[in-house]
């Protein structure tokens, strides 16, 4: 018998992925995709089958996690064995904007996923997993940070990624399920969403070495993360939720770098050397420049500007996490290196750039038909 999958969040980097894994692991795999204006699934447009075909093993459902009467619907229909809780209102800045609406589809939403598994006495047959996140150690405690690290939540979207996890814990130990935590820390790639700071990075960047763009803004520069790729984090997923007793698990490198390293690593992949005009955030604003002549760029150009409104109100200053469990327990280890991950996403964002560029100056247009 095949194993079946639930994802939510299938439209998103960490869906496709692990939408990608499990087919290739013999799942059949059912996702949950909310209804948008515009064409929402491109991440996964490969993986489609008409549900005409016969054997298909990959199937959406329309759905929101803010609504508890359609998973409800959905889990009882699919019966998973596996249920991948990965759909979140997951930009940490917008959450200052929208909080109440992230409390309701990251908070809520979990528990809607417990419930309904509980509900339909499915709690024998179905694992969960839940996405958490480094965003929970927030305001450092310790480091590196374990999962016996206290976590001190700064943002709306950590505070409800907070009671995402506490609610996992409380139902696994309450009702003896199958539940866990993925304590995940950054993971990026290719299909990392263009507003994340890594996108922005390696989108900015290989624009400006393309003569497409000149200056990119950015907010902290300070900031330091623990960055892996996403490839490497879905299989820690897949392996959390076939152990035989469950548990919560740190993913991470145990490697941290500021946003300012990764900026220079992408100019350098891009044959681009820059250098930083002080240290040190400057609310005014302070500039890159590129110091060295490359094949694009005049020397003394001004390519990264620090603009104050990709500030948060409360920053999270450092994140480095201590993956020795998950390392022991699950066998798992990252393939991927910073410096493999910032050229992966360089050659793919230069690619899709030159494609763009070459069309543009063809002549076909690029922007949408109302500008
Ligand atoms: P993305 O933002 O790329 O994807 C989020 C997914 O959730 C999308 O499919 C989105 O749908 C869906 N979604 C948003 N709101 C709802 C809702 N109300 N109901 C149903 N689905 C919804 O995130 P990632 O793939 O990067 O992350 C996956 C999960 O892991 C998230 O929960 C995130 O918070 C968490 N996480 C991510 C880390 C990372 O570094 N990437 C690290 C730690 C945790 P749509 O496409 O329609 O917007
Ligand atoms: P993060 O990722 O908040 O860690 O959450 P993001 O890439 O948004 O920010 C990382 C750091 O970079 C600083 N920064 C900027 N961030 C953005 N987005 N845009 C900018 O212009 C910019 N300039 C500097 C930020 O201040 C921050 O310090 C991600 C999400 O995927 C969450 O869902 C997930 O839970 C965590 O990672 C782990």
Redesign the pocket.
């Given at each position: 018998m095949k194993k079946k999958a639930l994802v939510?969040?299938?439209?998103?980097?960490?869906?496709a992925y692990l939408a990608e894994l499990l087919l290739s692991k013999g799942y059949e795999v059912h996702g949950?995709?909310?209804r948008?204006s515009l064409f929402?699934t491109d991440r996964i447009d490969h993986l489609y089958q008409d549900p005409h075909e016969t054997d298909v093993r990959f199937t959406m459902h329309y759905?929101?996690?803010?609504d508890s009467t359609n998973l409800i619907r959905i889990i009882q229909q699919v019966q998973p064995d596996e249920i991948y809780n990965?759909?979140?209102?997951?930009?940490v800045k917008v959450s200052f904007d929208t909080p109440e609406y992230t409390a309701n589809?990251?908070g809520i939403?979990t528990l809607r996923i417990l419930e309904a598994v509980r509900l339909l006495g499915l709690t024998k047959k179905t694992r969960i997993y839940q996405?958490?996140?480094?965003?929970l150690y927030g305001l450092v405690q310790e480091v590196p940070q374990s999962e016996k690290t206290p976590f001190y939540p700064r943002s709306p979207y950590a505070v409800a990624?907070l009671y995402g996890y506490w609610i996992t814990v409380n139902y696994r130990e309450a009702y003896d399920m199958y539940a866990c935590n993925g304590i995940?820390?950054?993971?990026?790639s290719p299909l990392?969403?263009e507003t994340f700071v890594t996108r922005k990075i390696t989108r900015g960047v290989s624009k400006i070495a393309l003569k497409m763009q000149s200056c990119l803004y950015l907010g902290n520069l300070d900031a330091k993360r623990d960055w892996g790729h996403?490839k490497d984090y879905v299989e820690a997923m897949y392996l959390i939720l076939q152990q035989d007793t469950p548990e919560d698990f740190v993913i991470a490198t145990g490697i941290t770098t500021t946003v300012r390293d990764f900026v220079k690593m992408a100019f350098s992949e891009a044959g681009i050397e820059v250098e930083f005009k002080g240290e040190g955030v400057d609310e005014k604003g302070y500039v890159v420049s590129c110091s060295h002549r490359d094949y694009q760029l005049v020397a003394g150009t001004e390519v990264v500007s620090v603009d104050p409104r990709y500030f948060r109100p409360t920053e999270v200053e450092l994140l480095i996490g201590d993956p020795s469990k998950s390392m022991s327990k699950l066998g798992w280890k990252p393939k991927y290196d910073l410096p493999m991950l910032i050229k992966d996403m360089m050659t793919s964002d230069l690619e899709l750039f030159r494609r763009e560029k070459t069309l543009k100056d063809l002549g076909y247009s690029i922007k949408n038909q109302f500008e």
């Amino acid at each position: 018998m095949k194993k079946k999958a639930l994802v939510t969040g299938i439209t998103g980097q960490d869906g496709a992925y692990l939408a990608e894994l499990l087919l290739s692991k013999g799942y059949e795999v059912h996702g949950i995709k909310r209804r948008s204006s515009l064409f929402n699934t491109d991440r996964i447009d490969h993986l489609y089958q008409d549900p005409h075909e016969t054997d298909v093993r990959f199937t959406m459902h329309y759905g929101d996690l803010t609504d508890s009467t359609n998973l409800i619907r959905i889990i009882q229909q699919v019966q998973p064995d596996e249920i991948y809780n990965l759909g979140a209102m997951s930009h940490v800045k917008v959450s200052f904007d929208t909080p109440e609406y992230t409390a309701n589809a990251d908070g809520i939403g979990t528990l809607r996923i417990l419930e309904a598994v509980r509900l339909l006495g499915l709690t024998k047959k179905t694992r969960i997993y839940q996405a958490s996140t480094s965003e929970l150690y927030g305001l450092v405690q310790e480091v590196p940070q374990s999962e016996k690290t206290p976590f001190y939540p700064r943002s709306p979207y950590a505070v409800a990624k907070l009671y995402g996890y506490w609610i996992t814990v409380n139902y696994r130990e309450a009702y003896d399920m199958y539940a866990c935590n993925g304590i995940l820390f950054n993971h990026e790639s290719p299909l990392r969403g263009e507003t994340f700071v890594t996108r922005k990075i390696t989108r900015g960047v290989s624009k400006i070495a393309l003569k497409m763009q000149s200056c990119l803004y950015l907010g902290n520069l300070d900031a330091k993360r623990d960055w892996g790729h996403a490839k490497d984090y879905v299989e820690a997923m897949y392996l959390i939720l076939q152990q035989d007793t469950p548990e919560d698990f740190v993913i991470a490198t145990g490697i941290t770098t500021t946003v300012r390293d990764f900026v220079k690593m992408a100019f350098s992949e891009a044959g681009i050397e820059v250098e930083f005009k002080g240290e040190g955030v400057d609310e005014k604003g302070y500039v890159v420049s590129c110091s060295h002549r490359d094949y694009q760029l005049v020397a003394g150009t001004e390519v990264v500007s620090v603009d104050p409104r990709y500030f948060r109100p409360t920053e999270v200053e450092l994140l480095i996490g201590d993956p020795s469990k998950s390392m022991s327990k699950l066998g798992w280890k990252p393939k991927y290196d910073l410096p493999m991950l910032i050229k992966d996403m360089m050659t793919s964002d230069l690619e899709l750039f030159r494609r763009e560029k070459t069309l543009k100056d063809l002549g076909y247009s690029i922007k949408n038909q109302f500008e």
